[in-house]
């Protein structure tokens, strides 16, 4: 449902086509966007449009109801499907088929067949799809331009044409694919170009490409993404990951969404949420179509929860209720600091947007928040505190919203009143919450703006370094992983609390080995921890906890670091029977290279032998004693 001051009353009926009335009502249209208001004016009906638009802010309804007289006529009933009379161009294959599936709900009661044409899908599926009939065909340039070229898609009958995110398009260096496409439509027809900003050359493509068009700016810069609350997380360099983690359990998202630079950041990243327990899937360009669609469709229906990406890979994407955003590198600049962040906040929904600032790039992330005209609160990352305490409050939100039990429950819930006590069940609930939820990490506070730093708690420091706990008479334990398996302590911690039922301040030391880790246990916890893992296991496979007989010595510490190769001394001499040294034997001397048989012809070919006067060239050896020539003259004809 989207949301606006102009809402869609009597004045306002005029101008939405008829046939497009019962879809809107479907999808609970109440009100329209700004966009969606400015294109339905009158002096925009029939004319060639250029828009400015941020992202979110509804364009494909826009441009879908803008076109629909020019498509449709007055009797909102689209003819038999032959040749194209509206085509929408998107510079990624995520975004068109997106607007593929927003404009087959918006023209279905008018009678209007849709088409899809990216790259990755069966091109021979779509020239056969094609060839059936299409009133609307969505594509990306690259994939339309091949159809064209093949003759399976044809222009001549195009009333409209649609450039959505057409700075986006020129940035990826569509700009001679959209020439080629726009040159093979009927020049009678309407161009409309969606675009978030109009530098040069949109201006110029416009100006070559649209007649008399007419500009239309749908929202003011300081109006842009009024509904995201933008939010600078101070960390220490090394604890960016840590910051992540936390912030996803902090705000427990029903939608998040992580960007990253580079397809090796999405797949480390996505890989490290996974291991943590996290429902992750990744987007980015090495992926397969069907792979990307997979991974969209996991997140629109629920089954996976985060999705890193990259900038690429989802520009243009909407997931439905996504309410956070995570920078995990730093936007290198506004545009795409909006592109990312315009994924959340959309059609008057509100959204944040949590920007992972290494303490000495916060002089960058401010620069890109104040050139995109956004505010920001600088904050540091949630702490391991204030994450469980959110999970003690949703655990006493869910207890305190459970209804009574039913006749199928009753008599079992009285065998465990009976059997039980109110504490060990409120102990046993208590612990299986706690089990299915990631444990968050433990993060130092990194300095804000105006604060010292802390460093070994030195006098001054705003920010005292939390004591740690006593372990005193505390149980080690040992986990059969160590570096052989990469082993690591930001799994290997999770593992042990999850495994003993603990949280992270009843661990102390942990120590990695070759073959085994070691760690430590509060005396406190120590007994319960060894009955639990004795009775359950670790739950991870491969890996057996047991009590370890004292402390572990530190091998790299105490023993000597093995001598290399080159390091081994030279025996002592051998003493002869006058006492004297005995002499060193001599090394025989190394044996003359002898010519190869297959070198006497590139011998003769330089003219002179090397080594004789009248040789220019150089010679090597092979291991093998074969000779090798680079010669400075030339070789006799």
Not at 160 to 186: K, N, Q, S, W
Not at 187 to 206: D, G, H, N
């Amino acid at each position: 449902m989207t949301s606006s001051e102009e809402p869609l009353a009597t004045p306002l009926q005029a101008n939405v086509h008829a046939a497009l009335m019962p879809a809107l009502a479907r999808q609970g249209y109440a009100t329209l966007t700004p966009v969606q208001v400015a294109v339905l004016e009158e002096k925009a009906g029939g004319n060639d449009l250029l828009v400015s638009a941020q992202t979110g802010s509804g364009k494909t309804v826009a441009f879908g109801l803008a076109i629909a007289p020019t498509l449709l006529g007055e009797t909102g009933i689209a003819g038999p499907a032959e040749q194209p009379l509206g085509l929408v161009i998107a510079p990624t294959r995520e975004l068109a088929l997106q607007v593929e599936r927003e404009l087959r709900w918006l023209y279905a009661d008018a009678g209007a067949v849709t088409a899809s044409c990216v790259g990755g899908m069966d091109m021979r599926k779509e020239a056969r799809q094609l060839g059936r009939g299409a009133h609307i065909v969505v594509g990306t340039p690259g994939r339309l331009r091949d159809h064209i070229t093949r003759g399976a898609l044809d222009l001549s009958q195009l009333r409209a044409v649609v450039l959505d995110e057409a700075d986006e398009m020129l940035d990826m260096g569509f700009r001679e694919d959209l020439e080629f496409i726009l040159a093979a439509a009927p020049e009678s027809r309407r161009t409309l170009m969606f675009s978030a900003t109009v530098p040069k050359q949109i201006a110029q493509l416009a100006q070559t490409y649209q007649r008399d068009a007419l500009r239309i700016v749908a929202t003011g810069a300081r109006e842009r993404h009024a509904d995201i609350d933008y939010q600078l997380v101070l960390v220490r360099p090394h604890e960016r990951e840590n910051a992540i983690i936390n912030t996803l359990l902090f705000y427990d998202s029903g939608s998040a969404i992580v960007f990253c630079h580079t397809r090796e950041a999405v797949k480390h990243l996505a890989a490290q949420l996974g291991d943590r327990g996290f429902h992750v899937v990744s987007l980015s360009g090495e992926l397969s179509q069907s792979e990307r669609t997979n991974a969209l469709q996991s997140m629109r229906d629920g089954r996976s929860r985060v999705c890193v990406a990259t900038d690429v890979a989802a520009r243009g994407i909407d997931l439905p209720n996504l309410d956070l955003v995570i920078h995990a590198d730093l936007p290198s600049n506004p545009d795409t600091l909006l592109h990312r962040s315009g994924r959340t906040g959309r059609a008057g929904r509100k959204g944040v947007c949590v920007l992972i600032v290494p303490t000495r790039r916060f002089p960058a992330a401010k620069r890109v928040l104040g050139f995109a005209n956004a505010q920001g609160t600088v904050r540091n990352a949630p702490t391991a505190g204030e994450i469980e305490q959110r999970y003690r409050e949703q655990i006493l939100a869910a207890a305190a919203s459970a209804t009574q039990p039913d006749e199928s429950e009753a008599a079992f819930v009285a065998e465990l009143l009976e059997r039980l006590t109110p504490e060990q069940l409120a102990a046993a609930y208590l612990r299986q919450q706690l089990a299915t939820r990631p444990a968050p990490e433990d993060i130092s506070p990194a300095p804000l703006p105006g604060e010292k730093a802390v460093h070994n708690g030195e006098e001054g420091s705003l920010r005292p370094r939390p004591e740690r706990r006593d372990m005193s008479g505390a149980q080690w334990f040992s986990a059969s992983v160590g570096r052989n398996k990469r082993a690591e302590p930001r799994w290997i911690l999770p593992l042990i609390c999850k495994a003993g039922g603990i949280t992270r301040d009843d661990v102390g030391s942990i120590k990695i080995f070759d073959e085994e880790t070691r760690f430590e246990i509060v005396a406190g916890k120590a007994a319960e921890f060894a009955e639990r893992v004795a009775r359950i296991g670790s739950g991870e496979k491969g890996v057996v906890i047991t009590p370890a007989e004292g402390k572990p010595r530190a091998a790299h510490r105490d023993d000597p670091a093995p001598r290399k190769a080159w390091q081994t001394p030279r025996p002592a001499p051998e003493v002869g029977p006058s006492g004297e040294a005995a002499p060193e034997p001599t090394a025989p001397k190394p044996r003359k290279k002898a010519w190869a048989k297959g070198d006497l012809a590139k011998k003769k070919a330089f003219g002179a032998k090397p080594g004789k006067p009248g040789f220019k060239g150089k010679i090597s050896f092979s291991a093998k004693g074969t000779a090798k020539f680079k010669s400075k003259s030339r070789r006799p004809q």
